[in-house]
C-alpha cells in the first residue's frame, strides 16, 4: 500500500512551457484534490474531484486543468506556466464521506520552479 | 468566510520544553478543526482533530489539543518536545467552499529544536 504517490519530485520550467504533475493513490479513495503551499500562505486548494469523472474547482483554480478519468489518478495540467506558479504542490485523497469523519491523506509533494 | 489564523510563524524551544503552537479560527457554526504536521521534505500527517465532544484532544506522538468555543481557539500542546518535533504545523477548520466542505489551512508555525 504507497498511499498517495506524486511525481516528479522536482521541477523547473520556463515560462510559457507546459507540464503534467502526476497524483496517484491506491486506497480506493474517491475524494481527490490538488493543492499549492506557499511562504506565509498555508495550503490552498486549486481543484478537487468527488470521484472519477467529476471535478470542480477549489479557491486558486486559474491557471491549472485537471482531470479524472480513473478513481486511481489525479493529474494537475499547467498549459502555460508563469512565475506565479512556482510552489510546492500537495495531491490528498480521502474516502467519500462527511470531511469532518475522514482522514485526508497527502502525497510528498511535487516542488515547481518557473523561470 | 471561514478562516484560520496561527499567529506565530516560527517558534523555537529546548528539547525537553514543554509547547504551545495558537490556533485561532473564524467560524459562524460549530467549527471542525484539525492539527497537521510537516516533516521535512514530507507530506502533511494528521496529528488529531476536533469535532464535538470533549475540548481536550488527544492526538498521535503526545500531542493534544484544547478547543476553546469562546477564545475561538484550538491551540496544540505537548508537555515535553523531542528533536524529531522539529517541523511545519499546520491548522485547519472545516468550510463551506462553493456548496462543497473544505478544509481550510492556517498560514503555518515552524518549529525549531534546540539541543
Known amino acids: 500500500n504507497a498511499g498517495v504517490t506524486q511525481t516528479p519530485k522536482f521541477q523547473v520550467l520556463k515560462t510559457g512551457q507546459s507540464m503534467t504533475l502526476q497524483c496517484a493513490q491506491d486506497m480506493n479513495h474517491e475524494y481527490m484534490s490538488w493543492y499549492r503551499q506557499d511562504p506565509g500562505m498555508g495550503l490552498r486548494l486549486i481543484h478537487y474531484s468527488v470521484g472519477a469523472g467529476i471535478t470542480d474547482q477549489g479557491e486558486v483554480p486559474n491557471g491549472y486543468n485537471v482531470s479524472r478519468s480513473t478513481t486511481e489518478d489525479f493529474p494537475l495540467r499547467l498549459l502555460s506556466a508563469a512565475p506565479s506558479q512556482t510552489s510546492v504542490y500537495f495531491c490528498a485523497s480521502r474516502s467519500r464521506g462527511v470531511l469532518v469523519l475522514e482522514t485526508q491523506y497527502f502525497g510528498p509533494g511535487t516542488r515547481l520552479l518557473v523561470l | 468566510a471561514q478562516s484560520v489564523t496561527q499567529p506565530d510563524i516560527h517558534i523555537t524551544v529546548s528539547e525537553g520544553a514543554s509547547l504551545e503552537l495558537r490556533c485561532n479560527y473564524s467560524?459562524?457554526?460549530?467549527?471542525?478543526l484539525f492539527w497537521y504536521v510537516q516533516s521535512p521534505g514530507q507530506g502533511l500527517q494528521l496529528l488529531l482533530k476536533?469535532?464535538?465532544?470533549?475540548?481536550l484532544v488527544q492526538g498521535i506522538k503526545g500531542f493534544e489539543a484544547e478547543f476553546k468555543r469562546s477564545q475561538s481557539s484550538f491551540n496544540l500542546r505537548k508537555p515535553s518536545v523531542h528533536w524529531s518535533d522539529a517541523a511545519e504545523y499546520f491548522c485547519?477548520?472545516?468550510?463551506?467552499?462553493?456548496?462543497?466542505?473544505?478544509?481550510?489551512f492556517g498560514q503555518g508555525t515552524r518549529l525549531t529544536i534546540n539541543p
Open positions: 485547519a477548520v472545516n468550510s463551506i467552499i462553493q456548496g462543497a466542505q473544505k478544509l481550510v
Open positions: 476536533y469535532f464535538s465532544g470533549d475540548t
Open positions: 467560524y459562524g457554526a460549530t467549527p471542525y
